[in-house]
DNA sequence: CCGGATCCCAAATGATACTG
DNA sequence: CAGTATCATTTGGGATCCGG
């Protein structure tokens, strides 16, 4: 992800980046754009709130994954020149059109992350 | 992702997994998974019919993730013995669970790829 | 309080060759 | 046809220190 080049990983008869379902993942997907985004359904989230909010991720990946969001166009970032310093994160209404699947993502999630743990419990699942 | 140990990146009050939004991407997050499901909703898959709609993965990749996606209990791998060999790949009643997210995230592609393609046109997409 | 900069490791992905 | 096996590379993610 995040290698937008050209000539990717093109599926079937798609253009030059990739099947549209590769160009979703790339926005939303690894370890936290999915999370982070799923808090800003909620609201407005304040740089630390994040922080409380996912005690696993670092600084720095917060940081960097905000800013890629932001440059994708998703989120907006709004800075309070105060003492002490404020910067709150929201949706924009392009990161809005998202919601859907995010939320989609979050129901799934709940019903059947139990099913499918690797631990040995998908006997049942198919068939 | 994959590395389901516990206490990982746990989000808000949420349990020993981490948020359901995680937990999701978890199961399709990847380069590969979101578009191997893509192309099961259309039907049976066999091996190389995948290499063929995904030029760029590597059979060893392709090999993975589906054994991963089968252990997930999401497609279920049929080999008929004969020659020459066939392995048909088709996604479980669980796997079909997923088809409504996959298909969103395929539309949201679609819609959006282009918009948001890094290469500087998020400009007007906030505000 | 909100980060940026640097260094480092582990995991994900890829290239290539070989096989029942 | 449908994979394994091995090796190399890239990338995601983390620790830590520094700064406005």
Redesign the pocket.
């Given at each position: 992800?995040?290698?937008r080049k050209a000539g990717?990983?093109l599926c079937q008869g798609d253009n030059a980046y990739g099947c549209p379902v590769e160009a979703t993942l790339d926005v939303i997907g690894?370890?936290?754009?999915g999370v982070i985004l799923y808090h800003l359904t909620g609201g407005t989230v304040?740089?630390?709130?994040f922080?409380r909010l996912m005690p696993?991720?670092?600084?720095?990946?917060?940081?960097?994954?905000?800013?890629e969001l932001e440059s994708d166009g998703l989120i907006r970032?709004e800075?309070f020149q105060e003492i002490?310093?404020?910067?709150?994160?929201s949706l924009t209404d392009l990161g809005r059109t998202l919601e859907e699947i995010i939320l989609a993502m979050r129901a799934w999630g709940e019903k059947y992350q139990r099913l499918s743990a690797r631990d040995g419990a998908a006997e049942d699942a198919g068939r």
């Open positions: 992800m995040r290698n990717y990983g690894g370890k936290w754009k304040r740089f630390n709130e922080r696993g991720i670092t600084q720095r990946m917060l940081t960097l994954q905000l800013r970032r800075v002490p310093p404020r910067v709150e994160y």
